[in-house]
Structures are given as structure tokens and as C-alpha cells.
């Protein structure tokens, strides 16, 4: 087409374009597993409320959240231990950085595609994180119960 002739090209659509209006981004397999284990790992070490969230349609630099609360600063800690230890166990993989481990109130826990928010239960309550959140797909971390 010449420009002359006023018509202008349709861009080229492969059906791959993320960034389409309205168009939801495939579910990246890895990262969901990867949620899932950590989620997993917080319920074993008796975290609370565990919750996974999967933001990356309205974040766009994660994919999933894995929230869950501790009653005090000490389970706070173990549970970012136990994330972390079940989590290389398992993928191979260690988190890109952590925040917050001193203070152990809310720990922030980046593993690029997945963020880990651990909370101490009141700051999880102040903070209402899923609030934000709240209408963005929850994944099924349970295991299926045997029969």
C-alpha cells in the first residue's frame, strides 16, 4: 500500500501480543508450581491463612503472590527459613532478595516470578494486602485429600 492511498496497515496479530487490551497473559506453568511448593512449605511449617494470588495480568513483574501469617516474629522467621530451604530442596532455586528479615514483621520474600509477603498476623490485618488484590484469580495450593 502507498502511503498516497490513505489507507493504513493493520499491525500484524500472531495472537501472542500480551499487551492487547483486555487480553489475559498465558499461565506460566513454572511460576505456579513454584507458588505452589512455597505455599505448601508455609502450611507445613503451620503458617496461616496461606494464600496464593496470581497478580501478573495487573502487575506485570511477578506472577503470583504467596501471602501467609504467623502469629509472632519467631514463626515469622522459621517460616521464611522453611520457604527458602523447601524451595531450594525441591526447584533448586533461592530467592533473588529478601526484605524485611530483621524486623520480622513483614517479610518479603522475591523469587522473580513469585513474591512471598509473610506477615506477623497484625500487620497482615493493618496492611490488607489481598484487598488490593481482590480480583485477581486465587490458586488451589491444597494437595487433594486422599481417599
Known amino acids: 500500500m502507498s502511503p498516497s492511498s490513505?489507507?493504513?496497515?493493520?499491525?500484524?496479530?500472531d495472537g501472542d501480543d500480551a499487551d492487547s487490551a483486555g487480553a489475559e497473559r498465558p499461565i506460566d506453568q513454572d511460576a505456579r508450581d513454584l507458588a505452589?511448593?512455597?505455599?505448601r512449605a508455609a502450611d507445613d511449617k503451620q503458617g496461616s491463612d496461606v494464600l496464593v494470588l496470581q497478580v501478573g495480568d495487573v502487575l506485570g513483574v511477578t506472577e503470583y503472590f504467596v501471602i501467609?501469617?504467623?502469629p509472632n516474629r519467631r514463626l515469622v522467621r522459621a517460616l521464611v527459613d522453611e520457604v527458602e530451604e523447601q524451595t531450594r530442596?525441591?526447584?533448586?532455586?533461592?530467592?533473588?532478595?529478601?526484605?524485611g528479615v530483621r524486623e520480622q514483621q513483614w517479610v518479603l520474600v522475591d523469587?522473580?516470578?513469585?513474591v512471598v509477603h509473610v506477615f506477623l498476623a497484625e500487620i497482615r490485618e493493618f496492611y490488607e494486602?489481598?484487598?488490593?488484590?481482590?480480583?485477581?484469580p486465587k490458586v488451589a495450593w491444597q494437595p487433594a485429600p486422599a481417599d
Open 36 to 39: 505452589v511448593v512455597i505455599a
Open 111 to 114: 523469587y522473580g516470578d513469585v
Open 129 to 136: 494486602i489481598e484487598r488490593l488484590y481482590n480480583d485477581v
Open 89 to 99: 530442596e525441591r526447584t533448586g532455586r533461592s530467592p533473588l532478595r529478601t526484605e
Open 6 to 13: 490513505g489507507a493504513v496497515p493493520e499491525p500484524a496479530n
Open 68 to 70: 501467609v501469617s504467623a
